[in-house]
């Protein structure tokens, strides 16, 4: 049960503010946003996603630069709120096409009615896209895409395959004409987690992956997914040590996983097939987890020594690990530096291209962006330091680790695929459009100095 549910802009504006149960004071959004706004300069860090204010519990998510917010004086599930808050911005998501904060100001009068859909006061209803679409019946205007930044993860190699405007329309509105595009996307998303010993050894890997779907289907047609056969659950079950390369044979173990519950799992023990009625809207048809070990696709070397009583010098080395046909991008690489830094000089190897350098001073960090990296490539990064006072025992330990965030479109380390996506005809004619994307990025990519 909750009271109040309000979303903000990275301002602070109050975009969408309901109050279900009047049990909290109408000032709660300007008290939650200056809490989090200045909860750094406590020294504690980022704001969690869930603290308490003046007896008043706040419940925080962030999706594409919104906050969502839900406030309740009573103790309730933190997870369970947290997961509706996320459900909340899914849906408005699915029936505005873009979410953003100009989607919201021009779709308020759709979004309160779907509100009053979801929550009855402060009892949750449903947050299923299906279900709102017997209830709820403004239509979203829309929303031009070309300007605005594409949301979700895989929609970063969007525009190189398909038109924009597949990733960013509406699930029940229609086209021009009246018809509607019948098409669904799968989505393989997987997150990595590698950290480096100094010597380039890995101490710790792991894979958090999503299996996302996204349906523009009309008639509720039964779709099969499935899955490479080589997938297994639990440790037991394949050797750990068969990298075999990322779209391969071998096995793929996962460690747990969990289900939408849509999804059918009746064969899914014979032949790794998931059944699922089409539902409009994007869901998470499968997450997953493994710690089995795989072929992570940057190697990262770094090395910093002294070269004098008040300097030192810094070496980053970056290798592209996976096929040459794959191109990685939004590459930026981090590395903290004593405190004591004053000045940062860089050297690019010949021929860099879009290479980016800076020295952040407030925070002592080396920054190193790269636009893109092409597979089995290497980069090497050169940088003299500068202290203002010299140096009182090992300079490792006054700087890094190296950490590294990427995206690679097309590409999934855990070699986890789509072996097909069937979907059950309503006539002869009907062959709607079916796209299965790839895509990996960095979740906690770190290398000991």
């Excluded at 109050?14 to 809490?35: H, L, M, Q, T, W």
């Excluded at 009573?74 to 849906?91: F, H, Q, W």
């Excluded at 996307?185 to 590698?194: C, G, H, R, T």
């Excluded at 090395?303 to 040459?324: D, M, N, R, Y």
Aim: include cysteine.
């Amino acid at each position: 049960m909750i009271s109040q549910f309000f979303v903000l802009s990275q301002r602070g504006d109050n975009i969408v503010f309901r109050d279900y149960r009047g049990e909290v004071p109408k000032g709660s959004a300007e008290i939650f946003f200056r809490k989090v706004k200045f909860w750094k300069e406590d020294g504690e860090g980022d704001a969690p996603p869930v603290f308490n204010a003046d007896g008043v519990n706040y419940f925080h998510v962030k999706d594409a630069g919104l906050l969502f917010v839900a406030t309740t004086r009573v103790n309730v599930s933190a997870s369970m709120v947290l997961e509706l808050l996320r459900r909340i911005a899914r849906v408005i998501k699915d029936y505005l096409g873009v979410l953003s904060e100009e989607s919201l100001r021009k779709n308020f009068v759709l979004v309160y009615e779907l509100l009053d859909q979801v929550i009855d006061f402060g009892f949750v209803q449903t947050t299923s896209t299906e279900v709102l679409k017997s209830y709820v019946f403004n239509e979203p205007i829309a929303v031009d895409a070309d300007h605005l930044q594409p949301l979700g993860p895989a929609a970063i190699f969007m525009a190189k395959r398909m038109p924009v405007t597949t990733i960013s329309k509406s699930v029940v509105a229609n086209e021009r004409g009246g018809r509607k595009r019948e098409e669904i996307f799968v989505d393989i998303i997987e997150k990595l987690s590698v950290t480096f010993s100094s010597s380039g050894y890995i101490l710790t890997s792991e894979i958090d992956g999503t299996i996302q779907l996204k349906s523009y289907l009309t008639g509720n047609p039964d779709i099969r997914l499935a899955l490479n056969e080589e997938v297994s659950i639990g440790r037991d079950g394949g050797s750990t040590h068969d990298y075999g390369s990322s779209f391969g044979s071998g096995p793929v173990i996962l460690d747990d996983c969990n289900f939408h519950e849509s999804v059918h799992l009746d064969n899914f023990d014979i032949d790794r097939t998931l059944a699922l009625g089409s539902t409009d809207g994007e869901f998470p048809v499968m997450n997953y987890r493994i710690t089995q070990e795989f072929k992570p696709p940057f190697r990262i070397n770094a090395l910093i020594e002294e070269s004098g009583p008040l300097k030192a010098e810094v070496t980053i080395k970056v290798h592209a690990e996976f096929p040459s046909s794959i191109v990685a991008d939004k590459i930026m690489v981090v590395l903290p530096v004593p405190t004591y830094t004053t000045r940062v000089s860089f050297e690019l190897e010949p021929g860099a291209v879009g290479n980016t350098t800076d020295f952040k001073e407030a925070n002592k960090r080396i920054e190193w962006g790269l636009k893109r990296i092409v597979g089995g490539s290497e980069h090497t990064l050169n940088a003299k330091l500068t202290f203002s006072q010299e140096l009182h025992g090992n300079i490792t330990k006054e700087a890094g680790p190296v950490s590294m965030t990427f995206t690679i479109p097309m590409y999934n380390a855990s070699r986890l695929q789509v072996k097909y996506l069937h979907i059950t005809k309503k006539s002869k004619n009907y062959n709607p459009y079916r796209w299965v994307r790839y895509v990996t990025q960095s979740n906690s990519y770190v290398a000991r100095l």
